[in-house]
């Protein structure tokens, strides 16, 4: 593509830049319930010429007044439309939990509607697109909703135990789990790049297994990394996850 990012403020990404032209960009795509923010200790934790964009779903922080995105397909096709101008460089995406979903999705359409390959996919904490079970949370009330949202961490615990607080946040994360759990089995389409695999190995609900099936939608390339930690390994493991992305983005 010719179009060139320079100057593009978008709606969708909170961009960091190094002061360098880029030469490769670093897509990041939050997990169910998350923000931009998850990602903004990545920001400059890359070498002159990465840019980081951490995506910014709607219904949350400088997108709270918007409606959330309750589709994984719906949340795919905005933002690949959104990545259009920033393909000048190659791209990379690293996508945790339901990041990964719409990551897989993001890199299928990429490649066949717009014949833009990425440097790499990274998936993180999800099962496999072909292995996908139902989860139904999204059918509950609000409180079972909250639990889920406890139990797998990364979100912080004061803001769902303020009532006021809660009622701002409930509405993004009922449409993140819907698209979540409505995300069922799929054919196991293969994408045009490699595909690496992160998992904690204490993860309660992601096991190493799931997450090697990823090799199977991966032909130009896999590999499955286990580190320390829970669903949210990559907070603890920060360093050690951004040095694989560093040495991937050379």
């Given at each position: 593509m010719e179009t060139m990012a320079v100057g593009i403020d978008s709606k969708w990404f909170r961009r960091y830049g190094t002061g360098?032209?880029?030469?490769?960009?670093?897509?990041?795509?939050?997990?169910?319930g998350g923000s931009a923010g998850f990602f903004h200790g990545w920001g400059t934790a890359f070498d002159y010429g990465v840019e980081v964009l951490a995506t910014r779903y709607p219904g949350?922080?400088?997108?709270?007044?918007?409606p959330g995105i309750d589709r994984?397909?719906?949340?795919?096709?905005?933002?690949?439309?959104?990545?259009?101008?920033?393909?000048?460089?190659?791209?990379?995406?690293?996508?945790?939990?339901?990041?990964?979903?719409?990551g897989y999705e993001v890199a299928l359409r990429l490649e066949s509607r717009h014949?833009?390959?990425l440097q790499g996919l990274f998936v993180s904490s999800r099962k496999a697109p072909h292995k996908l079970t139902p989860h139904t949370t999204y059918l509950d009330g609000d409180e079972a909703?909250?639990?889920e949202v406890r139990g797998l961490g990364g979100t912080d615990g004061e803001l769902l135990d303020d009532p006021d607080l809660r009622e701002v946040v409930l509405p993004a994360l009922r449409a993140d789990f819907t698209a979540v759990g409505t995300?069922?089995?799929r054919t196991a389409a293969p994408v045009g790049c490699p595909i690496v695999a992160q998992v904690g190995d204490a993860d309660p609900h992601i096991t190493a297994e799931d997450m090697a099936a990823w090799g199977e939608v991966a032909p130009a390339g896999f590999a499955l990394r286990v580190l320390p930690g829970n669903h949210f390994y990559l907070v603890e493991q920060r360093d050690a996850v951004v040095r694989a992305l560093a040495a991937h983005l050379g």
């Open positions: 360098a032209a880029p030469r490769r960009r670093l897509v990041c795509l939050p997990h169910a949350r922080q400088e997108r709270l007044a918007e994984i397909e719906d949340l795919a096709d905005e933002v690949t439309a959104a990545l259009l101008p920033f393909a000048d460089v190659p791209l990379t995406l690293f996508g945790h939990s339901m990041g990964a979903s719409v014949g833009i390959r909703l909250l639990e995300y069922g089995p």
